[in-house]
């Protein structure tokens, strides 16, 4: 099914996991032992662009490809607006 769906030939599945070191080309944790890594590509031209976990595929997804809500994230995570407006504050660990 992966084969025909994304037109990877023989083999372009696990040669493209060996070349990402065996594991999601975003998060490089997830092995793909328990379920494989999904086929992630460009919803605009097709492309195949690599192997992703669930969760990171998911996460690509809800981006829509969209660089600039990509570049939001990192923003948000290099400045949280919550600091520059109450300071720095602990959740409650219960």
Known sequence: MVMKT?????GEYQALYEAQGGTCAICRRARG???KLA???DHATGYVR????GPCNKI????RDNRELAMNVVRYL????AQKHIGYRKANDE
């Open 6 to 10: 994304y037109g990877l030939k023989e």
């Open 39 to 41: 086929v992630d590509h």
């Open 78 to 81: 290099d400045a949280p607006p």
């Open 50 to 53: 690599g192997l992703l976990c």
């Open 33 to 35: 032992l328990k379920k």
């Open 60 to 63: 690509l997804g809800h981006l």
